[in-house]
Nanobody, 121 residues
């Protein structure tokens, strides 16, 4: 099976920084687009940032200039560097990836378990 394992969540003060990591593992042929989503209490899950295998990136307007998404294709890992954090960034952050496994030619979408990021004022 394919798994996305996240790390780096935690508690940080407003204005601080935090970096999330997500590593894909399993019977993987290739990891295509990877992304970070977040869901705050009482709100819908939203796309924070995405990155293609060729490192083309897109960001939500609310995080532009503060967050940076990057990836290491050799490690099948995506990162989210979060700077100048605000209390409104508090949410559960989820890793997402489009992955083609060695078992078939079908491209499937996978989710991580989610990691809590809490920003205190």
């Amino acid at each position: 099976q394919v798994q996305l394992v996240e790390s780096g969540g935690g508690l940080v003060q407003a204005g601080g920084s935090l970096t999330l990591s997500c590593a894909a593992s399993g019977n993987i042929l290739v990891v295509n687009t990877m992304a970070w989503y977040r869901q705050a209490p009482g709100k819908q899950r939203e796309l924070v940032a995405s990155i293609t295998r060729g490192s083309n990136t897109n960001y939500a307007d609310s995080v532009k200039g503060r967050f940076t998404i990057s990836r290491d294709n050799a490690k099948n890992t995506v990162y989210l560097q979060m700077n100048s954090l605000k209390p409104e960034d508090t949410a559960v952050y989820y890793c997402n990836a489009d992955i083609r496994t060695r078992a078939g030619i079908i491209l499937l979408n996978y989710w991580g378990q989610g990691t809590q990021v809490t920003v205190s004022s």
